[in-house]
């Protein structure tokens, strides 16, 4: 008991980016043993890709994310889970980063089955929540400290977490198809600064594109011809409110040159 006490101190002590293996050596270490570990099927690699990018949408600014990064848990573990949510702040003790708070490991193909040891491993070295995306059966789970095992949660709800901006639907996790939407919803719900600003420039273009096509059908019901050169101008502006200027005065104007006069 005692020398599994100090082991305990010994392992507090570790840093995660103290090493047992090189990264990127295609080995991670789960219980003092060695695992090779392959490249991931395509199933595994498209879940892992869209993974990241609903992480990197839904995360708080606190945080970041990290793929296939390893993690020194112990004297005997250094492995890689497949998408880590830590702080962005460095670790006061060590000055290098800090633990997960969140873990999330793609299950149902090779190179997962050893996600139940690692998942028990992570939990008791602190990472706050740990979870699986089973790819076999379509379902998402979260590693209960309590009974040491996996337990399935509602397809139909969200997690939320401190490390998320906006909670992220289960659903979203589960299904094969693209993030785009997921990921626009998700900046979209935490205003984002330059997602707001492209959807406002959208909005803007739209109006202007509007404007010109108006200005234009009301010169030929008026059978006012622009010239080459006056019709590149009309659909070369983009101040919407020179166009609301030029729409207007399309109605009474005598010419088309006295329009683009208007400044």
Known sequence: MEAMAQHEVEDAELSVDDRLIAPD???EVIDGELIAVPPCDTP???RSSKLAA????HVADDFLIAIDMLTRTSRLNDFAPDASVFPRALDPRTGRRQLEHLVFEILGTERAKHA???ARELARRGVRRIFGIDLESERCVEWERATSNWRELDPRGVIADLAFEVPLSIAQLLTAERADDAVAQ???KRRN???LAERAEGHAEGLAAGRRESIQLRLAERHLVPTADQLIA?????DVARLERWLRAAASCASVAELLALA
Not at 54 to 57: A, N, V
Not at 234 to 238: G, L, N, T
């Open 25 to 27: 050596c295609g080995f």
């Open 44 to 46: 595994h690699g498209m």
């Open 54 to 57: 609903l992480l990197e949408s």
């Open 116 to 118: 139940g040891r690692k």
């Open 186 to 188: 998700a900046l979209r």
């Open 193 to 195: 600064a330059a997602f």
């Open 234 to 238: 009309i659909r070369d502006e983009r």
